[in-house]
């Protein structure tokens, strides 16, 4: 059966999301809905700007069945997702469906650091589970993960900070994979369906 992984479509970059998925060999399906959420086997939360996605996850009332969701199903939060699934985020603070035990603190990298592209070499545990090498990086008002509790697994990092990290269902990258034609973290995530 083709794995349906959805992609929650209120606003960021979904479409390039949906696209990655595809490439790596799964179904898209966009989340809008609750009865949209029921219909996938797992879910990525895009990057885009995190405020404005809690503001309309409220809005549509998609907030709590999200975190009852996520406590069945596997949840990959890129960027912004990431700090939705965060359990703490300052810089400022903000509420988050604290799935994961990791704290984030927004906009990190500073100015000069906006938007930035890094080569870095991920952990072996990626590398024994996904194959190749190095992975291309690509940072846009990019957080940083502050601290990652013991359950939190660290698949990569940069400058010393985790930069992809696994808890139980769930994965989280602070960079946009599905911006490089490399998808094995999203193949990753669906080993994980
Ligand atoms: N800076 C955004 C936020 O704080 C995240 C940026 C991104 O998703 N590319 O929500």
Redesign the pocket.
Known sequence: MTLRVGVLALQ?DFDAHCRAVERAGAAARLVRTAAELDAVDGLILP?????TMLTLLREERLFEPLREFGRRRPIFGT??GA?LLAREVSHPQQESLELMDIAVE??AYGRQLNSHVARIQPEEEFLRRTGGGELETVF????VIRRAGEAVKVLARYRGDPVLVEQGLHLAATF?PELTEDNRVHRLFLAKL
């Open positions: 960021g990057g885009g700007e995190s405020t960027c912004a700090i927004r906009n846009i008002r990019a957080p946009h």
